[in-house]
């Protein structure tokens, strides 16, 4: 075990020091926004070019600059920060409750048997089909809007929260079971961390159906959010504003995936030294 930990260790320090390993980096940094460019100079020239109309589709560089002004009077930012309120309140009870359930389901047995056939149902009825009746006994406020936002966001966590228990690799629990490991010493120790990955891999999933919840729980008797700036920029036919609150919207999506993608990869540093070795 100490040469195993020994050779990881050296491929670490190998590969940080590596330059080449560097230059790798940025050569895969450029790679990934190429093809955002090349989409970004295609938006720029159609509507110069007259397959689309102006007035439904305005160059990129018109829409940076309505993006930007937006963003200096601080009216996106006001936008912004109440979707990011409802979507992080909605997401984080979303966490909250379908990780422990899904480690409960994943690890007893017994109690998978009980309520799977429950889960199975709720989880096939659409979310946005349910907003009338959160609607109905929340009102049009904030809360419904939570409400909506955990209910969808809930699914791709506990599945893949139960598919990473599951699915953990049965000679580590084997191993950890023949070293005399209790019960819930396997838990802590083998089968929570093997777990993870697939935990924050729901989790990814899950930021995405809660902004596209969001948006459209924002659509209807919002006063405030990128969804609402979306929809009535588009009933004013302002549509530089509505493309605007679009990119916001993307922008969103990007910083929220990544910040999890860093979460994931600070909890799963395990996972580096076996692939260096």
Known sequence: MENTHSRWGYAQVVNRNNPSRASGHIRNAILRIIAILVFLVIWELIPHTGLLNRAFLPPFSEVAATFIKLLLSGELIIHTTASLERAAMGYGLAVLWAVPLGLMMGWFRWFEIIVDPLIQTLRNVPSLALLPIFILFLGIGQESKVAIIFWGSQWAILLNTISGVKNVEP???????????????????????????SIFTGMRLSATHAIVLLIAAEMIGASSGLGFLILSAEYSFNIHNMYAGIIALALLGIIVNYILLYFEQSTTKWKEGIVHE
């Open 171 to 197: 000679i580590l629990i084997k191993s950890a079971r023949s070293m005399g490991a209790s019960h819930t010493m396997l838990f802590r120790k083998v089968v929570l961390p093997a777990a993870i990955p």
